[in-house]
Nanobody, 114 residues
Framework: VQLQASGGGLVQAGGSLRLSCAAS????????LAWYRQAPGSQRELVGN???????NYADSVKGRFTISRNGAKNTVYLQMNSLKPEDTADYYC?????????WGQGTQVTVSS
């Protein structure tokens, strides 16, 4: 599976961004699609995921602010980020989990200014 993440940019604290992750296959065939992030000098961490059945899970740090959704017709998963904080600044990655293993997309940079 090839993944293409996009939508990052510079935003002020309190603002919003929507990231997209386009897959090369039907996203409904993927067991789990996850968003991760990695801030400078930090380990990559899980932001949240969406499972094939449509259920979602989120890290406590983003719960209530971030929402993961998908569009099966476009084979795309989205990460809607609201009420952004400077600590949300990171490179954001999508990852697909399937029967043959996992695949990473390239990162998209999000910078939140205070």
């Amino acid at each position: 599976v090839q993944l293409q993440a996009s939508g990052g940019g510079l935003v002020q604290a309190g603002g919003s961004l929507r990231l997209s992750c386009a897959a090369s296959v039907s996203i409904l065939s993927i067991s789990v699609l996850a968003w991760y992030r990695q801030a400078p000098g930090s380990q990559r961490e899980l932001v949240g995921n969406i499972i094939r059945g449509g259920g979602t899970n989120y890290a406590d740090s983003v719960k209530g602010r971030f929402t993961i959704s998908r569009n099966g017709a476009k084979n795309t998963v989205y990460l809607q980020m609201n009420s952004l904080k400077p600590e949300d600044t990171a490179d954001y990655y999508c990852r697909a989990f399937g029967s043959s293993g996992s695949s990473w997309g390239q990162g998209t940079q999000v910078t939140v200014s205070s």
